[in-house]
């Protein structure tokens, strides 16, 4: 019997229906259900998300760690990650408990600050968040300067999250399956400082300027995660753990980008 774990936020209530029909469908075809509130205690063998790529991403930590494949039901706006919309949702599931579906690893961003460590999908950004001014953030790349942005913040993106935030800041757009990282600043002062594509097996160091009193917000995956002061240093670099995405649908990544940016320009 196997074993699926349903994940939605609580706030989206059609996904939270969803998540109920899910759970209803899975069962009757012979399959166990795992809910989220269960999932560090039960294991499984799948995990269904049902939501936008905020819940894809909060997910994928989970799906990461546990080493199983993550399918992803578009209930937001966007789903730049998602798979599936739900009015194709059983088909899915009956795709997910016969096996008839490929895998896509992503790779994930180890990221540590002090003597903790996160994980990240899409990125790791240093903002300014509700400081009044511009931070000053210095960037090394294999112990090598990199840059010296004074700007709104900067950002360290996975190929995945080259549509997410770093994609709003100006940065490309890059396929999955390039091996590389990308550096880009969020509204810099200075016309120069442009995005950069690193080698994905590099160790990026994003440092505050200790010439200055400032405070910065570390996130992760679009999660506020610390609050950082001058002197304060955070290194980034490719993490050993993937996320395993399902692919049903066989629409490449372009096209599925092409499509989306045409929903999000009405």
Request: aromatic share 4%; glycine share 8%.
């Amino acid at each position: 019997m196997l074993r699926i774990g349903l994940s939605a936020p609580s706030e989206n209530r059609q996904a939270v229906e969803a998540c109920d029909r899910a759970a209803r469908w899975l069962t009757a075809h012979g399959a166990a259900v795992v809910r989220e509130r269960d999932f560090a205690n039960q294991p499984m063998d799948a995990l269904v998300a049902m939501g936008g790529d905020g819940t894809m991403l909060r997910c994928a930590k989970t799906a990461a760690s546990l080493d199983v494949p993550m399918l992803g039901v578009n209930m937001g706006h966007m789903g730049f990650l998602t798979e599936v919309e739900a009015d194709d949702l059983e088909e899915a599931l009956d795709r997910l408990l016969s096996g008839e579906y490929a895998e896509e690893a992503r790779v994930m961003l180890c990221v540590t600050w002090g003597d903790r460590r996160f994980l990240a999908l899409n990125d790791v950004v240093l903002t300014r968040g509700a400081y009044p001014r511009l931070i000053r953030v210095q960037a090394q790349v294999d112990g090598g300067w990199a840059g010296d942005y004074r700007a709104d913040g900067l950002l360290v993106a996975t190929p995945t999250g080259s549509t997410g935030y770093s994609l709003s800041a100006g940065g490309p757009i890059i396929a999955p399956a390039v091996d590389c990282m990308l550096i880009t600043p969020i509204c810099p002062h200075s016309l120069q400082h442009r995005p950069q594509v690193v080698a994905g097996d590099a160790r990026v160091t994003l440092s505050l300027s200790t010439a200055e009193s400032i405070r910065a917000s570390l996130q992760i995956d679009g999660q506020h995660c610390a609050e950082l002061r001058e002197g304060d240093s955070v290194s980034v670099r490719k993490a050993e753990t993937r996320v395993r995405l399902v692919r049903i649908r066989p629409d490449g990544f372009f096209d599925v980008v092409h499509q989306k940016l045409i929903e999000w320009s009405r």
